[in-house]
């Protein structure tokens, strides 16, 4: 008898924590991966993410769902053209480690998530945006970035402004995080798995907002030397890593994780899609 009332209990004792998947897409604590195939990992992760980070499935660019279906990496003349495509002087950086293996987690395992992130920053509160925002100083200026302003250390591996000018705050083979998923929830195992691209985007307070969890971005989000700036650190950074990343975002890669981050908002993924296909094809000259 004492036996068979026992076994209610031992049924509900919940998975081993080991087995336990995080958030929407489903990220394994033991792999340190998202659920799926590289395919469905990357049309999770990529959703469109609307205001006040609500979440909407979306085709996969057909470009990269080739690269996801793919077992290839950049070829040495696609990572040659991405190093190209950088403006000094950051391309002078990427070519000096250019071939130094990406970040790994203390367990070995290589970078495998490429995280689209906007900064959110300049903050303008009530304030309008600035009338010339692409060129206005203060939103492109890095320098908050890196005196300590924001973060004591640089927030992520990139920053990249509106005219598409790029610093690093860490090179690619450094093991850093970004997201709750990273630092709250799976903790420095975890570090090293994923590479942290800030996308300069200002914003300001919703109409009757009071909190930082209610602000909106201008539209366009991302200028066209965003997009193509993102589209080459891409293809850098996978060549680095020796395999097509797995590009993500911010909010979906924490979705379901209390408090998650809204960014990137206004991020089209036409947009990177299409500079991304122009870097990998190039119109051939002379023809
Ligand atoms: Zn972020």
Redesign the pocket.
């Known amino acids: 008898m004492k036996y068979l009332s026992l076994l209610p209990l031992l049924l509900a004792i919940p998975a081993p924590a080991a087995a336990e998947e995080i958030g929407e897409c489903r990220f394994s604590r033991e792999t340190l991966t998202f659920a799926g195939s590289r395919v469905e990992q990357a049309t999770c992760l990529l959703r469109k993410i609307e205001p006040l980070a609500v979440r909407k499935p979306q085709p996969l660019p057909p470009v990269i769902r080739t690269l996801m279906e793919g077992e290839g990496a950049p070829t040495a003349a696609q990572k040659a053209a991405a190093i190209a495509a950088f403006p000094e002087p950051y391309r002078a950086y990427a070519a000096q480690w250019a071939e130094a293996p990406i970040s790994r987690t203390e367990e070995g395992l290589p970078a495998l998530y490429f995280v689209i ?2 900064t959110s920053t300049p903050f303008y509160a009530n304030e309008p945006f600035p009338k010339r925002l692409n060129r206005d100083w203060k939103v492109n200026d890095f320098t908050p970035y890196m005196d300590g302003t924001f973060a004591k250390a640089p927030v992520a591996h990139i920053f990249l402004n509106r005219v598409g000018q790029i610093w690093a705050g860490h090179d690619f083979q450094e093991a850093w995080r ?2 709750k998923l990273e630092s709250r929830v799976v903790g420095p195992r975890a570090r090293g798995r994923m590479v942290h691209i ?1 996308t300069v985007q200002p914003r300001r307070f919703m109409p009757g907002a009071t909190t930082r969890a209610r602000t909106y971005a201008p539209k366009p989000g991302f200028t066209k030397d965003q997009y193509r700036m993102l589209a080459a650190l891409y293809v850098y950074a996978s060549a680095r890593a020796g395999n097509w990343l797995i590009p993500a975002q ?1 909010n979906t890669v924490d979705a379901g994780i209390p408090d998650a ?1 809204d ?1 990137p908002q206004n991020f089209e993924l036409k947009q990177f899609a299409k500079e991304l296909e122009k870097l990998l094809n190039p119109p051939r000259k002379g023809r």
């Open positions: 992130h906007d970004a997201t800030e911010h981050h960014d």
